[in-house]
């Protein structure tokens, strides 16, 4: 596996895992209908660079199994504290993809000057929590009911942090 720097084209190769896993609706807080332009802006904002980094993990034969990205929480006076979201190919989870990728942000971000990452809506049946955990993560607060599970009816989103 090969963690790198997305580029711009890379985006026709995350688009099909990043609306697999948010039309599932069970562990992003978007809309299971966000049409692809919309997903791509949410994602991969056009100014890649130190504000806002994406990554791709990449198998031997070059398939995207993996993407994740970084960018500040809040601007200004906030900008140190850095926001990400990760996303593994489902039908590859429990290999360490998730692990080694989330590991290879958070020395990415620290690298950037980020002081601290938050999540801001962790749904709270995520199995990912666990990784956050044992990663230093903690949960700051859960809002009850906020998210609507497709499985599970009405479940909280958990805020997690940790200092970089």
């Not at 809309?31 to 990449?58: C, H, I, K, Q, S």
């Not at 749904?123 to 949960?139: C, D, M, Q, Y």
């Amino acid at each position: 596996m090969q963690i790198r720097d997305a580029r711009v084209d890379d985006w026709d190769r995350i688009w099909p895992l990043w609306h697999r896993i948010v039309s599932a609706g069970e562990t992003y807080a978007w809309d299971p209908d966000t049409p692809e332009p919309a997903a791509r802006a949410l994602w991969m904002p056009p100014a890649l660079g130190a504000a806002n980094r994406v990554f791709v993990v990449e198998d031997a034969d070059g398939t995207v199994v993996a993407s994740a990205y970084v960018r500040p929480n809040y601007g200004g006076p906030a900008a140190h504290i850095a926001n990400a979201g990760f996303m593994v190919d489902p039908d590859r989870t429990g290999r360490g993809i998730g692990r080694r990728l989330a590991e290879h942000v958070l020395e990415q971000a620290r690298q950037d000057g980020y002081t601290g990452m938050i999540f801001n809506a962790v749904v709270e049946t995520n199995p990912a929590i666990k990784l956050w955990e044992s990663l230093g993560f903690r949960t700051l607060a859960t809002v009850p009911g906020a998210f609507r599970h497709p499985v599970h009816g009405p479940v909280g989103l958990n805020i997690m942090f940790r200092e970089l």
